[in-house]
């Protein structure tokens, strides 16, 4: 189930606060997570745990994580079904996902990134 929350919900930091500033998420999806304001974050927490994560700010994708591929499906499904997305540039590493959820895909200048629309 997924879950939506921002920085000032009481439980935020409880689940986000071992993602910020972690190496290894940042290592793996070659972006840094920063808990900014206005984001809204769309979660999947599984035994307290986040496993998955896509944040927005005014209708731009600004962050994705995961850790299993049907959690980050549910939620990139989720916000392109309640948000008009503009071009996000966002990590590559789940290229397929994006796609698989409807996101148009295109390589821009970055090579670990892409720009979804």
Do not use: C, H, P
């Amino acid at each position: 189930m997924v879950v939506k929350m921002t920085n000032k919900d009481e439980n935020f930091y409880k689940y986000m606060g071992k993602i910020f500033g972690s190496r290894l998420i940042q290592n793996q999806t070659n972006d840094r997570i920063y808990d900014d304001n206005n984001k809204v974050w769309y979660l999947i927490i599984e035994k307290d745990i986040v496993i998955a994560l896509v944040s927005i700010n005014n209708n731009i994708i600004k962050n994705v994580y995961t850790t299993k591929d049907e959690a980050l499906d549910e939620i990139l499904k989720e916000v392109k079904k309640e948000n008009k997305i503009k071009d996000s540039t966002v990590t590559a590493l789940y290229e397929d996902l994006y796609k698989t959820a409807g996101f148009k895909v295109t390589r821009g200048i970055y090579k670990n990134f892409v720009i979804i629309s």
